[in-house]
């Protein structure tokens, strides 16, 4: 049953009482035949198994994809990394942003797919595509409110000192 769903693979390594060290699952004698026998030893495959439709050659993927699910991901750390200082909620951004990395490795195994995972690729790949101009809008928003923040400081500050030459200053005079 492992075997025809596609839960254990032939590189799968399995260790049993008498072996020196693990192996793979092709290498036991228990199921090497079910491995060298071809398809037909498995049986039929398993509803929704990858051998139930025979495809070839590799997944197409949506242009784009790939590098739009790196920048959402390094961005939702980052952002993360910066807000959970001040808000708990960051490290969601962050757990977020590891697991999108990780599903994007995932991608150059992804094998041939039907055309709903094809769809859905592709609404992906817009999701995406929104979320990261969704944070180049924010990243240049929250630099400008810093950079106003820092000119109000720093005007303040020369203020006080008196070094601007436009600030009102009060004349020298008798109280």
Same mark, same amino acid.
């Given at each position: 049953?492992?075997?025809?769903? %596609?839960?254990?693979?032939? @590189?799968?390594?399995? $260790?049993?009482?008498?072996?020196?060290? $693990?192996?793979?699952?092709?290498?036991?004698?228990?199921?090497?035949?079910?491995?060298?026998? @071809?398809?037909?030893?498995?049986?039929?495959?398993?509803? @929704?198994?990858?051998?139930?439709?025979?495809?070839?050659?590799?997944?197409?993927?949506?242009?784009?994809?790939?590098?739009?699910?790196?920048?959402?991901?390094?961005?939702?750390?980052?952002?993360?990394?910066?807000?959970?200082?001040?808000?708990?909620?960051?490290?969601?951004?962050?757990?977020?942003?590891?697991?999108?990395?990780?599903?994007?490795?995932?991608?150059?195994? #992804?094998?041939?797919?039907?055309?709903?995972?094809?769809?859905?690729?592709?609404?992906?790949?817009?999701?995406?595509?929104?979320?990261?101009?969704?944070?180049? %809008?924010?990243?240049?928003?929250?630099?400008?409110?810093?950079?106003?923040?820092?000119?109000?400081?720093?005007? @303040?500050?020369?203020?006080? #000192?008196?070094?601007?030459? $436009?600030?009102?200053?009060?004349?020298?005079?008798?109280?």
């Amino acid at each position: 049953m492992l075997i025809r769903s %596609g839960r254990l693979q032939p @590189g799968d390594r399995l $260790w049993k009482e008498g072996l020196a060290d $693990w192996i793979p699952v092709r290498q036991a004698p228990e199921f090497s035949a079910l491995f060298t026998g @071809g398809a037909d030893a498995l049986g039929p495959p398993a509803p @929704g198994h990858p051998r139930a439709r025979p495809r070839s050659g590799t997944a197409t993927l949506p242009p784009g994809l790939q590098g739009w699910m790196q920048f959402v991901a390094a961005v939702s750390i980052v952002v993360g990394v910066m807000t959970a200082c001040v808000f708990g909620l960051g490290i969601l951004l962050i757990v977020g942003g590891v697991a999108l990395l990780g599903a994007k490795n995932e991608l150059a195994v #992804l094998p041939p797919q039907d055309p709903r995972t094809a769809r859905f690729l592709t609404k992906l790949a817009t999701f995406l595509k929104c979320a990261g101009w969704f944070y180049l %809008g924010y990243i240049v928003l929250m630099t400008m409110y810093i950079l106003v923040l820092f000119a109000l400081f720093l005007s @303040g500050a020369l203020d006080g #000192l008196g070094i601007l030459p $436009w600030a009102a200053h009060p004349a020298p005079g008798p109280p």
